[in-house]
Structure formats: structure tokens, C-alpha cells
């Protein structure tokens, strides 16, 4: 059983659109993390949530939304893509014993 | 300059020869991660470190806070060893963690 699950794994969209990553995690932590692999391998915190209450937002643009509707979900929501937003979006929660990742979703703006 | 240094970026081995890869860190921190990143893009938490050393199997992961320093250890090392190892620090109580930019091992037949 995958103690974060993130979907979908790849998405292909074009400039303009609006999109959403889902993550859900059932370890029952409080604090979920969205992090950016961007073009170079290198890993970046986007956003921390914590029990529905945002705690880190790390320079992201406006278009980029953290949505937690319950402790286990905060899915990503990102409004009219561009081509620099191309980049593997990972889920993550961190248990203080350990840090669990979603699969990562491979974002492609066309 | 990055927070997090990792060294060397590429690695190439020869199947059993013993691997080391280091982390050095210039911040406060509450823990240390290794991470690993196979190609496919899954990222597998190996260790995390708050002092000493930990082993899991054929790796071994070190930490030396007062130098902020760190290294993991790969003994007898196959090619299914190779991936990405990622060093990764967690400040405070936030609890996200800053990453190094990865060492590439590459372990041949």
C-alpha cells in the first residue's frame, strides 16, 4: 500500500490550460509538500501544508494553488500554463523518521 | 551557493568496487535525508540521520554534525546500484527539506 499516491504520472497539455495534480497520502500526517524537479534534476520546495493551513509558499507564481479539501489530499492546481512550468511536480510528506514521495507527474507544456 | 553541496556530481564504478558519496551542509539542521532517484523517476528515502551512522544492507550513511558533513557508503556496489543519490536536509520544525543536486552513480558489469 503506497503511503502517497500522486496522479496522473504524465500530462501533456498546452499553453493556456489549466490543470491539477492529485496527491493523497494515508500515513495520517499533517504536513504535506509539493516540491519541483525542474530540467537539471534539482529538487525545490514549492508549497508546505500543513492541517489545511498554508505554511510555506517558496517564490511560486500566482497561477500555482495548493487545494487540501481533507488532511489527505493537497492537489496542485496551476492556471494558464507556460511553457517554463514544464517540470516534474512530486507529492511528498515527511514523517520525521522518514520522507515518502509521491511517483512524481511529468508536466509537458506544448 | 547552494546550502546543500554535493560531491562528486558523476560517479562511475566498477561493479564491487566500495562507493562514497559526501554532503556538505553551511545551515542549521534537525535532520539529514539520502534519497534515491532511479531512472524511471521514483524517489526511495534510503536514511535519515540526526547523528552517528546508520547501515541498511550494503549501505551505510554517516553524519558529522559539528562538521556538517556527510556520507553514504556503498560497499560491494552492483549495477542495480546505479541511480541518483540525492543528500537532503530538514530545518526545523517545517519539516521540508532543502536538497543537494544529486550524484549520478553509474555501476558497470
Known amino acids: 500500500d503506497t503511503a502517497v499516491s500522486q496522479t496522473p504520472k504524465y500530462l501533456v497539455t498546452q499553453m493556456g490550460n489549466d490543470k491539477s495534480i492529485k496527491c493523497e497520502q494515508n500515513l495520517g500526517h499533517d504536513t504535506m509538500y509539493w516540491y519541483k524537479q525542474d530540467s537539471k534534476k534539482f529538487l525545490k520546495i514549492m508549497f508546505s501544508y500543513n492541517n489545511k493551513e498554508l505554511i510555506i509558499n517558496e517564490t511560486v507564481p500566482n497561477r500555482f494553488s495548493p487545494k487540501s479539501p481533507d488532511k489527505a489530499h493537497l492537489n496542485l492546481h496551476i492556471n494558464s500554463l507556460e511553457l517554463g512550468d514544464s517540470a516534474v511536480y512530486f507529492c511528498?510528506?515527511?514523517?520525521?523518521?522518514?520522507?515518502?514521495f509521491g511517483q512524481g507527474t511529468r508536466l509537458t507544456v506544448v | 551557493k547552494n546550502e546543500v553541496e554535493q560531491s562528486p556530481q558523476n560517479l562511475t564504478a566498477q561493479e564491487g568496487e566500495f562507493i562514497t558519496i559526501n554532503c556538505s551542509y553551511s545551515?542549521?539542521?534537525?535532520?539529514l535525508h539520502w534519497l534515491q532517484q532511479h531512472p524511471g523517476g521514483g524517489i526511495v528515502s534510503l536514511f535519515m540521520?540526526?547523528?552517528g551512522k546508520k547501515k541498511h544492507g550494503r549501505l551505510i550513511a554517516t553524519i558529522n554534525i559539528q562538521e556538517k558533513h556527510s556520507s553514504l557508503h556503498i560497499t560491494a556496489s552492483h549495477p542495480r546500484d546505479s541511480a541518483v543519490y540525492i543528500c537532503?536536509?530538514?530545518?526545523?520544525?517545517?519539516?521540508?527539506?532543502?536538497f543537494g543536486k544529486g550524484t549520478k552513480l553509474s555501476v558497470k558489469p
Open positions: 540521520l540526526s547523528s
Open positions: 537532503a536536509v530538514e530545518r526545523g520544525s517545517q519539516g521540508n527539506l532543502i
Open positions: 511528498a510528506i515527511s514523517t520525521g523518521g522518514e520522507a515518502f
Open positions: 545551515v542549521g539542521i534537525s535532520a
